[in-house]
């Protein structure tokens, strides 16, 4: 019989953390699991240490990619991977309580309608002791209405410990794809939470190395283009990068779209959006969306200046950014340079027509 649960734990140059983080699984108190671990790639000695690790332990495997392809694509692959009915995505830097699998997986014995528990969480470095994340950090949507707790998702998410937990492969089956925007894993999570309650261990049993990245940098490497081994500012890329704050509250309405909801709960979902992220970002919403402002002159003479199959394309992306800022920050007037990139398009469609 296999385990019942899958940890997929992917690392990227990630020599100098993997072989602890291999074995704060290892020393879990609940035994009966699988560990894939996945190389995307590296260049530094990942894959030899965990090659290391994996030997003489039957419930370790390791798969090793020839080159590398990202945050995101790793994490798609650390969700779907296996045929458990729990899986646990698992990074390279951070560290496990040994009780933190079986604690968690009570939880989810003990809740049927629970898609997903994580455990309470601390920041560490390597010259600091753990100092823990504040309590509200954690979520707690739980009740029969899905719309409720997606709505306590996206008023609560804020931190990776509450993402880092293990998930009812159900639930996880129900997931849109993973896409390439920033604040990815917040809509992950607002989506999971229509399809089943989100719980969480009180007790501080997930160790995160470093804290957070800046969401800038975040947002650059969620990029398709990045993926691709570009500059995320290519020329051919989503501008969306630039306004990641923005993106995410946008992203949600995206996903929320094709939800398997019926009609009038996407659209109460959609409706809700706008309001719950400008209710706790506003000042930064509206700051992206300046910045915005002031970059597209620059941004629509490139357009103009390409070619027409090129100007087509890199108008409708940054039309895509534009249609965002005004859904979330209407009040940041972008309605002018919407419709000179639109004018754009139709020129470039006109004369392709010719």
């Known amino acids: ?59 370790i495997r390791l798969m090793r990619r020839q080159r590398n392809l990202g945050a995101v694509a790793s994490f798609q692959h ?16 951070d560290l496990l309580a040994p009780d933190f699998v079986e604690r968690l997986m009570a939880v989810l014995a003990a809740h049927p309608d629970c898609a997903m528990c994580h455990a309470a969480g601390a920041v560490f470095t390597d010259r600091s002791p753990p100092r823990p994340y504040p309590p509200d950090h954690c979520l707690h949507a ?11 998702v996206m008023r609560r998410y804020t931190s990776s410990p509450a993402f880092w937990g293990i998930y009812r492969r159900a639930a996880v089956e129900c997931l849109s794809p993973i896409p390439y925007r920033a604040g990815w894993d917040h809509v992950l999570l607002a989506e999971l ?17 470093d804290g957070g990245k800046p969401v800038g940098r975040l947002a650059r490497a969620a990029t398709a283009q990045v993926r691709a081994g570009h500059e ?47 209710a706790r970002w506003l000042p930064h919403l509206r700051q992206e969306a300046a910045l915005l402002h002031a970059d597209a002159p620059a941004l629509v003479a490139a357009v103009q200046a390409a070619e027409d199959a090129e100007a087509h394309w890199t108008a409708q992306n940054l ?9 979330i920050v209407p009040e940041i ?16 469609s006109g004369r392709a027509a010719d």
């Open 333 to 348: 007037k972008l309605a002018p340079l919407r419709l000179e990139l639109e004018s754009v398009i139709a020129g470039a």
């Open 142 to 152: 739980t009740g029969a209405d899905p719309l409720a707790r997606a709505a306590h």
């Open 78 to 93: 650390a969700f779907r991977h296996g045929e458990a009915p729990f899986v646990m995505p698992k990074s390279a830097d």
């Open 232 to 278: 995320a500012d290519d020329p051919l890329g989503d501008p969306r990068w630039r306004t990641p704050l923005i993106t995410t509250a946008f992203a949600h309405i995206e996903i929320f779209a094709t939800a398997r909801l019926p009609l009038a709960d996407r659209r109460a979902l959609i409706e809700q959006v706008p309001a719950l992220f400008r």
């Open 193 to 209: 939470a229509l399809f089943g309650e989100i719980r969480h261990v009180p007790e501080v049993l997930y160790l995160r190395r």
């Open 1 to 59: 019989m296999a385990a019942p649960l899958d940890i997929n734990l992917f690392v990227f140059n990630g020599a100098e953390t993997v072989g602890a983080a291999i074995d704060s699984v290892r020393a879990q108190t609940w035994r009966d699991f699988t560990l894939t671990i996945i190389d995307d790639g590296s260049t530094d000695g990942s894959a030899e240490i965990a090659a290391a690790r994996a030997a003489g332990d039957p419930r």
């Open 319 to 327: 039309l895509g950014a534009l249609h965002a800022s005004e859904a």
